[in-house]
């Protein structure tokens, strides 16, 4: 992943990846927000709106 992560072309897989095993919890909340806001052009998935829906409800954002 170290070597896919310098690749301009793999890089939203290589976030996607990176979100898909980050914890959603407070502390994390605000990274994961950020980063499935980015992804969620590329990937609309439930891998990436799930992570941000609850991101945002731990960061008060009901938006």
Do not use: Y
Not at 8 to 18: Q, S, T
Not at 21 to 47: I, K, Y
């Amino acid at each position: 992943m170290d070597k896919a992560s310098g690749t301009w072309l793999l890089l939203d897989a290589v976030d996607l990846r990176g979100m898909t095993t980050m914890p959603v919890n407070p502390d994390m909340a605000e990274r994961v927000h950020g980063l499935a806001t980015a992804l969620l052009h590329c990937s609309p998935e439930p891998q990436v709106l799930e992570p941000l829906i609850q991101s945002g409800a731990l960061l008060g954002r009901d938006d």
